[in-house]
């Protein structure tokens, strides 16, 4: 018997001044609660109970410890009941790390459509482009893009897939030759993805194989909404996520190249990641069929 249970024999003796009627209570034998109370009496070193053949009472030492025993016994009881409530009930505060850009236009509408349907849980949400780990970051959640994990235990499932445009400026167009085909993509700069996220260079699949092109930059960032800002500039060509694009592509802003020819990769991916898929708390699972919905509806990648 451990000590938790060993106290709450102590308790129940006490209360029903009695071993036998303790015994009842538990759905134990007698000379189990005898053997409990016996332990815990050489735990402490003290005795708790002065008996006779017909009845116990308690040792000035088992008073004090009886008042101290029943907080205690108590404040596990409420936070063994809030604890379940936690895991069948929607509540306590969500962590989230959410990749900026790539959530860009749907993070907000996501979360307050959780929040409306989850008014006992409490957002607290990270915006970041780094690499993030979880659980050292304590995160219960990501949205993630795949170079962000930085553990491979992480339990990740797909949400979307962002296509991804190759486009420039009217005023790089008029300084330089129009792409006609991938190898032409040699001849340009490009306002890259920083190399230690995505190798600079570009596959397109084709009947031989995938043809990969290597890409010249003299600007490299970790955010797309700086890419496209110096895109737009005129500094070189860039591969950005269509989501970003719609009304710079509407206004003439930045204009598509090479539609004919289809990328070897041509979407990131989206995924909400986690720690574990066992015993998870009510508030992530909530979370986890909320993002699944949401994103089946309005998927980019369609």
């Given at each position: ?24 209570t538990?759905?134990?034998?007698t ?50 009941a ?19 850009t ?47 994990l ?51 260079a ?9 043809i ?5 930059f003299?600007?490299?960032s ?17 591969v ?61 990648g369609?």
């Amino acid at each position: 018997m451990d000590y938790v249970e060993t106290l709450r024999v102590f308790r129940t003796v006490v209360e029903a001044r009695s071993f036998t009627r303790a015994a009842d209570t538990l759905g134990v034998t007698t000379p189990v609660v005898s053997r409990a109370i016996a332990s815990l009496e050489q735990r402490i070193g003290s005795r708790l109970f002065h008996r006779t053949t017909r009845q116990i009472s308690l040792t000035e030492t088992a008073e004090r410890f009886y008042e101290r025993c029943v907080r205690i016994l108590d404040d596990l009881d409420a936070l063994e009941a809030e604890t379940f409530n936690e895991a069948r009930e929607a509540t306590g505060v969500l962590r989230l790390v959410a990749h900026t850009t790539a959530t860009v236009n749907r993070l907000v509408p996501l979360l307050a459509g959780f929040k409306e349907q989850n008014p006992k849980v409490c957002l607290d949400v990270t915006l970041v482009e780094r690499p993030v780990d979880l659980v050292g970051d304590g995160y219960d959640m990501g949205i993630v893009l795949p170079y962000m994990l930085t553990s491979d235990t992480t339990v990740t499932k797909l949400l979307d897939r962002v296509p991804l445009v190759i486009v420039g400026s009217p005023e790089y167009l008029k300084r330089h030759r129009r792409p006609a085909e991938p190898a032409d993509l040699a001849e340009h700069e490009f306002v890259a993805v920083s190399p230690s996220i995505r190798k600079p260079a570009l596959a397109f699949k084709a009947a031989e194989g995938e043809i990969a092109i290597p890409l010249k930059f003299g600007i490299a960032s970790n955010n797309p909404m700086f890419n496209r800002e110096m895109v737009i500039k005129g500094f070189g060509l860039g591969v950005l996520p269509e989501a970003l694009l719609f009304e710079d592509l509407a206004s003439g802003r930045l204009v598509r190249l090479l539609d004919g020819f289809e990328l070897a990769e041509d979407a990131i991916e989206l995924r909400l990641a986690y720690v574990t898929r066992t015993l998870m708390p009510a508030k992530v699972r909530a979370f986890i069929d909320h993002a699944t919905a949401f994103f089946a509806a309005n998927s980019l990648g369609r």
